[in-house]
């Protein structure tokens, strides 16, 4: 059974950093294109990062290019999602979400068959 496990989210003052943790098992952790998103309550789900099979491209949404770097380390089956320069809106639960194939769209979250619980992110001002 696949399961993605979060850590990493918190409090943080707006120009801080976190940096997130997704532990994966279940799967073949390298051979699988794993990917970030976020939510707040009343929207929908937004892509942050995305991260291709074997360490291949990554992609980022606009919000965040530039701020945050996806990385993956496949012998500890884990990815990450290093935060800088945090903003308000950026306020959030963080999802980590896999699939086990390539995907030509890996930012389209309907693209990933398992998700993570999430872990919240707040950004104070």
């Known amino acids: 059974q696949v399961q993605l496990v979060e850590s990493g989210g918190g409090l943080v003052q707006a120009g801080g950093s976190l940096r997130l943790s997704c532990a994966a098992s279940?799967?073949?952790?390298?051979?699988?294109?794993m990917g970030w998103f976020r939510q707040t309550p009343g929207k929908e789900r937004e892509f942050v990062a995305t991260?291709?099979?074997?360490?291949?491209?990554?992609h980022y949404g606009a919000s965040v290019k530039g701020r945050f770097t996806i990385s993956r380390d496949n012998t500890r089956s884990t990815l990450y999602l290093q935060m800088n320069s945090l903003r308000p809106e950026d306020t959030a639960v963080y999802y980590c979400?896999?699939?086990?194939?390539?995907?030509?769209?890996?930012?389209?979250?309907?693209?990933?068959?398992?998700w993570g619980q999430g872990t919240q992110v707040t950004v104070s001002s």
């Open positions: 279940g799967r073949t952790f390298s051979s699988s294109v």
């Open positions: 991260i291709q099979r074997f360490g291949g491209s990554t």
């Open positions: 979400a896999t699939r086990d194939s390539y995907t030509s769209v890996p930012w389209r979250s309907e693209e990933y068959d398992f």
